[in-house]
């Protein structure tokens, strides 16, 4: 989804299209304050990033596989 100006500031100063990955991850072991696991699965992650007062807006390209893998560890 992008905007054409900023939900916070109203500003049309916009980065869209920054790219982040992410894991949906199943912990198997707590070491200190650290889980170690394994990632069960995984989606892009696109960012708008406002210039003028700083508001990301972040959005899954994949949600219905983070959805379904999320369900499937919290049922």
């Known amino acids: 989804m992008e905007n054409k100006t900023c939900a916070k500031c109203g500003s049309n100063h916009l980065m869209p299209g920054l790219e982040i990955i992410s894991h949906l991850y199943k912990p198997t072991?707590?070491?200190?304050?650290?889980?170690?696991?394994?990632?069960?699965?995984?989606?892009?992650?696109?960012?708008?990033?406002?210039?003028?007062?700083?508001?990301?807006?972040?959005?899954?390209?994949?949600?219905?596989?983070?959805?379904?893998?999320?369900r499937r560890e919290n049922a």
């Open 29 to 70: 072991v707590m070491t200190g304050s650290n889980w170690i696991g394994m990632a069960t699965a995984s989606s892009e992650l696109t960012a708008t990033v406002c210039g003028e007062c700083g508001y990301t807006e972040i959005y899954a390209t994949e949600p219905q596989t983070l959805y379904k893998e999320w």
